[in-house]
């Protein structure tokens, strides 16, 4: 559709309402109307104004020129102010009432006219009255045009003209000024567009399926835990084209919103998916837009919505005001099968070639919603050029081709799932290895066969099935050992080498000494894990499930009732939960039955306390030819934890007098660690210390 031909249009149709215009304007001269030499012109009312109002009444609306009306109908079916009159339904007058509307905002010297005739040079557009007098005359024959101007009409319901004033005190609806948007404007001069507010975020789809909605009239309420799959079966549910009116979280919607968005479906002769936050905002704001437009009673959201039938209404999400006769449809969140086809089709469609098996395992370990997975694909692509990645582009043949591997998309995955850190959780460092732990040979075979498990999980729940069985889909390990014997390292190993994240949580921020506030508490660190797709780590795990006591009082029972409610948080969650403890024997004997798990961590021999203290001591740090490693580590038995701090502090003393480690530097930390653990070295070790520190 052209803009020549919407300006043709607009034009025949200004000429007609000229036409009108010159008639009463004849009329109101004859009546000895020009009042522009009376000083108490606007202040006063002449007795004689009084009568010529009274000679009109009954006088009908001046006829309309045959040859400019057959120029207007000619152009009708070519324009867009046709297509836009024809989709709402208007009746000629409602037609008509546009025009009158839009002449002022697209023709300023309309407004010298219009102010004449409602006797107000302050005027700043057509009112009412007016747009009833032009085309009904005066008396009944324009009142009975007043139907048109109700607040759920198709003029005003649907916000295609607006009234004004919109503040002040209360305007009889015949004197209140009609004025037309730059939307209707835009519609008009053949450029229709999406309001401006809407253009950031609102988009347009074409027709789906058509299978979800059975042809409802009533908005159809969809709901899920991962939005953009309830966004997709919205729309794979139309039947026809839809608009897609889902807000960013950074922009809430107004009020008005929904109007424009009912508004523009309509013009557009199609359906409307929309979040139930732009309802809610609709319901919230009551009938403050409508009734400070029409100074009525406005039309409810649901009213608004039904005015699109018999096009389709879905809604994203629960309104919190939706009537429960609107059918409802939960979209359940994508299983490990979709997920992986979507990132499959993601990394594909981009010229790359994923490993089937490393797609599997991200896709089962990493429960991202679809939008979170095409964003985690994103960044595999921009870091894997297609050129690079895929077979037909290797320049060498004998070259051998690397698929996409596991590590590549876990740590995608992890980039979009990371939680900020906050007050019941914090991200842990997972920059180590497993040549960072030293610990005996049957603890490190154990924790390599977690890591297995973790990877086999998709194999295990998914293909064989248990996944099914109540309690099977998560994984729960205990560590138990004296502090700084590695527990917490171990933990960040194999959530790492696993490819998922380590949230610690922080229990002094989860236990509360009011009644159920550490359930909550308890549920949320649970919750955060699980939509992060991360490893949890509970340390000193025994604060929170410590054994049941015999009921004494009260407190005894609130308190055993809280540790069988944790018990039972912890078996249904269906990530992997480590919980660490210096104490293992104060955790509730129930718990034994719901651990995968569980390894304890010895204390290091003196061969492994040798190996830590070469690990901690940086092969740049500076060291004197008196450092005896193997005597010191034989002399104290120290945690891995102890000896870390020890060495750490041997340097901060030699560095402060300005030469390299030494032997009694290394002594000296070690006396301040069994100082700060309120030891004091025996008669065995004494000897060693001497030894080692050679006095």
Partial sequence: MTTEAAQAHLAA??????????ILLAYEQAAGRDRSEDPLAGLAIRPSDAAAALRRRGRPGPPLDPDVATVAEELLDAAPLGDLWRAFGLSRFEAFVTVV???????????????????????????????????????????????????????????????GPSAGPPVPLPFR??????????VALGRPDLPAELRPWVTRHPAGSGAGSAGSTTPVVFTGPDERAVIEAALEAARGPVLLAIPPPDAPPAGETLDLLVRQARADRCGLVVAAEVVDAAAQAGTQ???????????????????????????????????AAWPRREVPAPDARIRAERWTDRLTSAGLDPDPDAVTAVAFSHRLALDDIDAAAARVIAGH???????????????????IGAGVLHRAANEIARPAADQLVRPVDLSVTWDDLVLPEPILTRLQDVTASIAARP????????????????????????????????????????????????????VDKYLGETEKRLDAVLRRAEAANAVLLFDEADALFGRRADVTDARDRYANLEVAYLLQRIEAHRGITILATNLGHHLDSAFSRRLHDRIDFPQPDPVLRQRIWRQMLPGSAPLADDVDLATLARAVELSGGEIRAASLSAAYLAAAEGGPIRQRHLVGAVLRELDKAGRRPDRSELPGLRLAGNE
């Fill in 101 to 163: 509307a839009l002449s002022v905002d697209l023709d300023p010297r309309y407004r010298t006219v219009m102010a004449f005739l409602v006797d107000d040079a302050a005027a700043q557009g057509p009112t009412v009255a007016l747009a009833q007098r032009l085309w009904a005359g005066d008396g009944v024959h324009a009142a009975a045009c007043r139907a048109a101007f109700e607040p759920d009409g198709r003029l005003l319901g649907s916000g295609l003209v607006g009234l």
């Fill in 177 to 186: 000024t009609l004025h037309a948007g730059d939307w209707l404007a835009g």
């Fill in 289 to 323: 837009s409508a009734h400070q437009a029409t100074q009525r009673s406005a039309p409810s959201p649901s009213h608004r919505l039904r005015m699109l039938a018999p096009a389709e209404v879905h809604i994203v999400g629960e309104p919190r005001w939706a009537p």
């Fill in 13 to 22: 149709e200004f000429a007609a309402l000229d036409r009108r215009l010159a």
């Fill in 385 to 403: 050029p297609p050129a690079v990645s895929q077979r037909v582009h290797v320049v060498d043949p004998a070259k051998p081709f690397h698929p």
């Fill in 459 to 510: 194999v295990v729940l998914q293909e064989w099935g248990f996944g099914s069985r109540p309690g099977s889909t998560g994984l729960n390990l205990l560590f138990a050992g004296p502090s700084g014997t590695g527990k917490t390292l171990a933990a960040a190993v194999i959530a790492g080498q696993s490819g998922h994240q380590l949230l610690a949580c922080d229990l002094a921020q989860v």
